[in-house]
């Protein structure tokens, strides 16, 4: 296949192929599986490995002429001189993986010249498929995802220790919500209305933001590096600043400024506007 592949075409590839994945890895998941610790300090296991070389193999036999990027395979910067490239995690949320915890995922995206244009987050576990393709919604197992609204219940929002207590002394009346282990599904989360907030420290990759920035924007969900505006993607450079996705815009003047407090952002760039990249 070519790039004039539909973005449609493109995310039932990755529908199917995210199924296929979270088979192969609930093969493993609370078992006594190998597990070592990368040079980041970040934790990798057999199930990631056999995983993403499933995915390189389906995916990349039905799009030969598409990038790679994935957690889990070496970088290789040809990806740049490609059109669309897939952006892949072939499990999210390694660390609750091996701890038993339910809500990991496989993340997968299709980017085109920076833009993911088709994204699916899979939780195998909770039976759990999201998805979204450029201009055609967001999907929760095939049906629209409708944010659930809690009227009058304080906004729940997840966030690291430092940042926590930034917003605490800035007055922000929130209630501090489940830090899933997973950064793609605590994201999607946002868009069902499970929490009214995300945040994520600086030094999140592509892999795992990619699909999940597209199904918040399909969503209607601001998501933004708070120094940058929307996340792009496919650069040399693959990691992000401090993000944040929020379902209520005014939330975001207190979360923009205790991640952007906390981070700082890098020289030359300043707060971002909350806008979508459509």
């Not at 926590?164 to 946002?190: F, I, K, W």
């Not at 999940?212 to 969503?219: C, F, G, M, R, W």
Request: with cysteine; net charge negative.
């Amino acid at each position: 296949m070519t790039a004039d592949t539909s973005p449609a075409q493109d995310l039932e590839l990755l529908r199917s192929s995210a199924v296929a994945a979270g088979i192969i890895a609930s093969g493993y998941f609370r078992r006594d599986v190998k597990s070592w610790t990368k040079e980041n300090a970040s934790p990798v296991s057999e199930a990631d490995i056999v995983v993403d070389q499933y995915l390189a193999a389906a995916l990349l036999a039905a799009r030969p002429d598409y990038g790679w990027l994935s957690e889990e395979t070496a970088d290789n910067l040809n990806r740049l001189e490609r059109s669309r490239v897939f952006v892949i995690d072939p499990i999210d949320g390694t660390r609750g993986f091996l701890r038993g915890e339910d809500s990991w995922t496989v993340s997968l995206a299709v980017v085109e010249d920076g833009v993911p244009i088709a994204g699916v987050v899979y939780a195998p576990m909770r039976d759990e498929l999201y998805d979204a393709v450029k201009g055609g919604g967001a999907r929760l197992n095939g049906k629209p995802i409708m944010r659930r609204r809690r009227p009058g219940a304080a906004p729940l929002i997840p966030a690291p220790g430092a940042v926590h207590q930034e917003m605490q002394a800035s007055g922000l009346d929130y209630r501090r919500g489940p830090a899933y282990p997973s950064l793609a599904y605590r994201l999607v989360q946002v868009a069902t209305g499970k929490l009214d907030g995300a945040v994520a420290r600086r030094g999140a990759q592509d892999w795992d933001i990619a699909a999940a920035a597209l199904i918040l924007d399909e969503a209607g969900i601001g998501f933004a590096d708070v120094c940058q505006g929307f996340p792009q993607f496919n650069r040399p450079d693959v990691r992000h600043g401090a993000l944040a996705a929020l379902g209520d815009i005014s939330l975001k003047p207190l979360v923009h400024a205790a991640l952007i407090k906390v981070y700082g952002c890098p020289s030359g760039s300043q707060a971002a506007p909350e806008v979508s990249h459509t």
